[in-house]
């Protein structure tokens, strides 16, 4: 039994770990304080302290099972705010990826940038399609994406005016 939780409290450390130096390598730049990722440092420090607590008791001949117990229990937690970092960092960057490109078209809110760059898609056939989380069509969605092979790019990302008028485009290219 013990060294069953020792290696699941191993493997929990190892996985948390790695996580966390992802999440830290991939974090948003922008805010100064990731609450997510402080929680996360803070519970994976509790586990090392509580798994060194354990390890301690050990050498002593005094194994209490319920030390390891909460120290896979801090990992797990700590477990739970990086997949959650890591999730946000996934979306953001994807987010990124989909509209980098069309930065310099949405920066003047002007739709007669975007009018341009809307031909040379339909030219290239790299259609785009910027969801709105507030005023999502999801069956419009599903049609474009599915039919007519339009990348449909992130509920997340921010809805400029340009987005919008590129949107409409590509309504009307398919009414």
Same mark, same amino acid.
């Given at each position: ?8 409290? %191993?493997? =929990?450390?190892? /996985? ?5 130096? @992802?999440?830290? +390598?991939? !974090?948003?730049? $922008? ?12 519970? %994976?420090? =509790?586990?090392? /302290? ?5 390890? @301690?008791?050990? +050498?002593? !001949?005094?194994? $209490? ?23 946000n960092n996934y979306d953001r960057i994807q987010c990124d990826n989909g509209i980098s ?73 398919f009414k």
């Open positions: 039994m013990k060294i069953k939780i020792k290696h699941i409290a %191993l493997i =929990l450390f190892l /996985v948390d770990v790695l996580l966390l130096i @992802i999440n830290i +390598k991939y !974090k948003d730049e $922008i805010p100064t304080i990731i609450r997510d990722l402080d929680y996360a440092k803070f519970f %994976l420090f =509790l586990g090392i /302290v509580s798994s060194v607590g354990y390890l @301690i008791i050990v +050498k002593l !001949k005094k194994a $209490i099972t319920i030390v390891a117990a909460i120290a896979i229990i801090f990992f797990c937690i700590s477990m739970f705010f990086n997949l959650r970092l890591a999730k490109e069309y930065w310099k078209y949405f920066e003047y809110n002007s739709c007669e940038k975007i009018n341009k760059r809307f031909e040379q898609d339909v030219i290239n056939g790299e259609l785009k399609y910027f969801q709105d989380e507030y005023n999502s069509d999801l069956e419009l969605e599903e049609r474009l994406r599915d039919k007519h092979g339009i990348e449909l790019i992130g509920i997340r990302c921010t809805q400029a005016t340009s987005m919008e008028c590129y949107n409409n485009l590509v309504k009307e290219l």
